[in-house]
């Protein structure tokens, strides 16, 4: 075997990427980037029934998508292929003809099974230790209509890639007496095995299905989440950095720190706002020109171009301003909607939020002749001009603030008010005055 580090991610395509099988794919990713060694993608597609090129794709982009480029597999081939186990029946019925030929295969009814050595193996698993166990009876390596067990190929596989570390999913933890039973009947160096926990779903006790919210990597695409937050999000689900930082920027940065001391034992719980809480902070700390790129791939999107045709100083202007506000791409739109309409909505709730108290139409009277005549907003000296003229009328300045917010934008939220009336300009705060005032009359 070779002294380089070769991991593999081996799924079975099925139609959707779960986030358990990701974040496995991620571990093997970011410990091949760790060692400097391959990460080897192999397809186990040997129930044809599952396995269409559909199945297919959505792993690959799924892949490419969360940044985990493979050294071998699929489009970027090998010295190690076929990388699809549907194209290695050749190599399986070779390994057969060995284990006949040392007498650990027979037939029976029509399947071929496997002679088990009855001697108890030790599997020293990186995360869970040593785990010691007898597997008591034969089993199956190929079913009666000729195709091999998952077992028998995953093991020849294994062997074959020359594969050194085997991470997977703790789901497998059983399974691994199977398979060093064959790696010995093969007389094949022992990978080493490095299980890791399940990912529970954010209540109770089950381990995370497809059904639910948040389960499968398709919906993170769907909804525009940064890539990048949602890697870094998965690679804490059972890696411990040792670390005060929880927020990496680059999947290189993980992969730096990750090995195998930091992966717990116990079980992670998915956090469906934890993952929330990861992409905003990753959106805040982009820099400005990447978060206008996705801003402006986010509302052609939506089909929202429109929006595009004005000035770019302005929309970058913009996007700044709502660059800390953000907690996910697909809430931007309707979020900066306002900035590019002039026949924005007025909210309901913010409506009530706004004439809770006061009189906020008062308000926009008084503020109307202040814009008015302002040459140009300056958010720098906005906020005293506006306490200036309520100390003159006798009120709070807190009094102006979200009645202003509300004509100009028809919400009671969003980025700072200051900024947002000079990005708009004199003309349009007073044009906005004026409709908030006649509408909300
Ligand atoms: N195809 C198996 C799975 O998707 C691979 C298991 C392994 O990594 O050995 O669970």
Same mark, same amino acid.
């Given at each position: ?32 980037? $760790? ?8 397809? *186990? /597609? ?8 559909? #199945? ?33 029946? @050749? ?15 027979? /037939? ?37 209509? =000729?195709?091999?067990?998952? $077992? ?26 199977? $398979?060093? *039973?064959?790696?010995? #009947? ?74 195998? =001391? ?9 956090? *469906?706002?934890?993952?929330? $809480? ?19 791939? &986010?509302? @052609? #999107? ?13 929309? /970058? ?13 697909? %809430?931007?739109? %309707? ?9 924005? #909505?007025? /909210? ?5 939020? &706004? ?19 302002? *040459?140009?907003? @300056? ?32 919400? %009671?939220? =969003? ?27």
């Amino acid at each position: 075997m070779s002294d380089k580090v070769r991991v593999r991610f081996a799924p079975s395509p099925t139609g959707f990427f779960h986030i358990g099988s990701a974040r496995t794919a991620l571990f093997n990713w970011l410990y091949a980037r $760790h060692t400097g060694g391959d990460f080897v993608l192999r397809i *186990e /597609d040997t129930d044809k029934e599952r396995n269409t090129k559909e #199945a297919l794709d959505v792993l690959l982009e799924g892949m490419r998508w969360l940044g985990l480029d493979w050294d071998e597999g699929p489009e970027v081939g090998g010295k190690y292929g076929p990388y699809f186990q549907s194209k290695r029946g @050749d190599i399986y019925l070779k390994f057969l003809e060995i284990l006949r030929a040392k007498g650990r295969a027979y /037939d029976k009814d029509g399947a071929v099974f496997f002679k088990v050595s009855g001697q108890k193996q030790v599997l020293h698993d990186l995360v869970y230790g040593d785990v010691e166990r007898m597997e008591e009876k034969d089993f199956p390596i190929f079913r009666s209509d =000729g195709s091999p067990v998952f $077992h028998f190929v995953n093991v020849v596989d294994d062997i074959c890639m020359e594969i050194t570390n085997v991470i997977r999913g703790q789901d497998h933890l059983t399974n691994t007496n199977k $398979h060093i *039973e064959l790696f010995k #009947a093969f007389e094949a160096p022992l990978p080493k095995f490095a299980h890791i926990p399940l990912i529970l779903k954010s209540v109770g006790q089950g381990k995370m299905s497809k059904r639910d919210r948040g389960a499968l990597i398709e919906e993170y695409r769907e909804r525009r989440f940064l890539p990048e937050a949602v890697v870094n999000y998965l690679s804490l689900l059972g890696w411990n950095p040792k670390h005060d930082r929880e927020i990496f920027s680059s999947p290189r940065d993980i992969a730096e720190l990750f090995d195998f =001391g930091g992966i717990v034992k116990s079980n992670a719980r998915f956090d *469906e706002r934890k993952m929330a $809480h990861f992409n905003t902070e990753h959106i805040r700390a982009l820099p400005a020109d990447r978060f206008s790129k996705i801003c402006r791939e &986010t509302l @052609d #999107a939506f089909g929202l171009a429109s929006y595009l045709n004005y000035p770019a100083e302005y929309s /970058d202007k913009v996007f700044a301003l709502c660059q800390p506000k953000v907690s996910a791409m697909d %809430s931007f739109p %309707s979020m900066v909607e306002y900035f590019f309409n002039d026949n924005y #909505a007025f /909210d309901e709730g913010g409506r009530e939020r &706004t004439f809770k108290k006061g009189d906020p139409l008062a308000r926009m009277s008084e503020m109307l002749p202040f814009f008015e005549s302002l *040459e140009k907003v @300056d958010a720098s000296l906005l906020h005293d001009q506006l306490a200036a003229l309520a100390e003159g009328n006798g009120i709070r300045p807190n009094d102006y603030f979200p009645a202003l917010r509300y004509a100009l934008s028809g919400q %009671s939220g =969003g980025p700072d008010l200051m900024s947002m009336a000079e990005a708009l300009g004199k003309d349009k705060c007073v044009e906005r005055l004026k409709r908030a005032l006649s509408e909300l009359k």
